[in-house]
């Protein structure tokens, strides 16, 4: 039974690029969302996608924007890259907005690196 | 989301438990207590949580005072393997979980 699985692992971008990561939720999960890991930090949410729709947000810019498609699998774009946007960028899936029985599922993350 | 205070590291003897205190003393009453861990370079792993009982899976065992001010982890045999960062974690069902710092657990031979 696959996991989350998140492309690419690595990704180098120079200050003012655009950037899309990729998730793939895990098996019969339906609800994706993303967190930002920044060196020697906890994870910090991004938002969550239910539905293909946002339904929760974190304190991010509006640079930061997302997507679900039907297949449940969801993109994270950020716009106008800033040096400190560079951070391991995370996605975890959980069947429903829950997550309450089984926790939430991550996958091992896209390091970003801003240059 | 209520936030939780947890120490910045502990050792463990491998073989012998490790038990991971947390304190969440604003939790609400509909609030869940989780715990992950984030293994270097991996992302966070689901390890247990609960409500208001005390809970037992293959991993781990979770106890929460009758106040539920509080809570401890408890890996009955730790092992080199469960060297990590260990969040604990109160959320209600279905909204974002709000990290810590965590707490480094290093497990010596």
């Known amino acids: 039974d696959a996991g989350v699985t998140q492309s690419p692992t690595h990704l180098i971008k120079t200050r003012g690029q655009q950037v899309t990561l990729r998730c793939s939720p895990k098996s019969g999960h339906d609800t994706v969302s993303w967190y930002q890991q920044a060196l020697g930090q906890g994870p910090q949410f991004i938002f969550q996608?239910?539905?293909?729709?946002?339904?929760q947000r974190g304190n991010f810019p509006d640079r930061f924007s997302g997507h679900q498609f039907p297949n449940y699998s969801s993109e994270l774009n950020v716009n106008a890259l800033l040096l400190g946007d560079s951070a391991l960028y995370l996605c975890?899936?959980?069947?429903?907005?829950?997550?309450?029985?089984?926790?939430?599922?991550f996958g091992s993350g896209t390091r970003l690196t801003v240059v | 989301d209520a936030k939780t205070t947890q120490p910045p590291s502990m050792d463990c003897a491998e073989g012998r438990a490790a038990n991971l205190p947390c304190n969440h003393s604003?939790?609400?009453?509909?609030?869940?207590v989780y715990w992950y861990r984030q293994i270097h370079s991996q992302g966070p792993q689901y390890i247990i949580h609960g409500l208001k009982n005390n809970e037992t899976n293959e991993m781990a065992s979770l106890i929460i005072t009758e106040d539920r001010k509080s809570s401890t982890l408890i890996l009955p045999h730790a092992t080199l393997r469960d060297t990590a960062v260990y969040y604990c974690i109160v959320s209600l069902g279905g909204n974002k979980l709000v990290f810590g710092a965590g707490t480094i657990l290093r497990v010596k031979s």
């Open positions: 975890a899936s959980s069947l429903g907005q829950g997550g309450v029985n089984y926790g939430y599922t």
């Open positions: 604003t939790i609400s009453g509909n609030e869940y």
């Open positions: 996608y239910y539905e293909e729709e946002e339904r």
